[in-house]
């Protein structure tokens, strides 16, 4: 199976802030990469696909990007209603695989 | 608006077997790929079963296989999850997920997602 290791498994920043988590995959996995963000009692939500297209009626600021097999998602500026827990997941190999996760916090 | 709403979950005890169901609305769901993710409490999300949006080939995580079997009824806008000899590991909350394209083969792209039903397995 291909292994997603997601970084940091928690971080708490300040609204305004810039948020990067990295998601790195064991294998080429080309661009089937895509990010979801999970809130508590909520069902997960697509945010971006193919590594950085955005996901209709997501706000600008999410953003995703990929350097071979290294991903990163970006909060351009940390609004309180994205505290959530984030999540990786390739498609490019069956069984599809998700990160460990990201819980997001507000410092 | 796309809503899907799973249900069917509950207490079980080891051994046992559950049919969970998720029903779709606001799209034509014939034509979708559908998914089973779960989460287990306090893990992340681990991808379970998918199912061709013609029920045509289907596929499974290792953890599930030969356990679990996954099905639809396209004239019901229905997506089952047949779980048999449940295991204290299986305990979950169970997921149903759309592909987001139609006609997309193997998926992979979930979205949008149900919001969960509850499988405990335990004596």
């Known amino acids: 199976d291909i292994q997603m290791t997601q970084s940091p498994s928690s971080l708490s920043a300040s609204v305004g802030d810039r948020v990067t988590i990295t998601c790195q995959a064991s294998?080429?996995?080309?661009?089937?990469l895509n990010w979801y963000q999970h809130k508590p009692g909520k069902a997960p939500k697509l945010l971006i696909y193919d590594a950085s297209n955005l996901e209709a009626g997501v706000p600008s600021r999410f953003s995703g990007s990929r350097s071979a097999t290294d991903f990163s998602f970006t909060i351009s500026s940390l609004q309180p209603e994205d505290i959530a827990t984030y999540y990786c997941q390739q498609y490019d190999t069956l069984p599809w695989t998700f990160g460990q996760g990201t819980k997001v916090e507000i410092k | 608006q796309v809503q899907l709403v799973e249900s069917g979950g509950g207490v079980v005890q080891p051994g046992r077997s559950l049919r969970l169901s998720c029903t779709a609305s606001g799209f034509s769901f014939s034509t979708y790929g559908m998914h089973w993710v779960r989460q287990a409490p306090g893990k992340g999300l681990e991808w379970v079963a998918a199912?061709?949006?013609?029920?045509?080939?289907?596929n499974y995580s290792d953890s599930v296989k030969g356990r679990f079997t996954v099905s639809r009824d396209n004239s019901k806008d229905t997506v089952y999850l047949q779980m048999n000899s449940l295991r204290a590991g299986d305990t979950a909350l169970y997921y149903c997920?759309?592909?987001?394209?139609?006609?997309?083969?193997?998926?992979?792209?979930?979205?949008?997602w149900g919001q969960g039903t509850l499988v405990t397995v335990s004596s």
């Open positions: 199912i061709w949006y013609n029920g045509k080939y289907k």
């Open positions: 294998l080429d996995i080309s661009n089937y």
């Open positions: 997920a759309r592909d987001r394209i139609p006609a997309a083969g193997t998926g992979g792209v979930f979205d949008p």
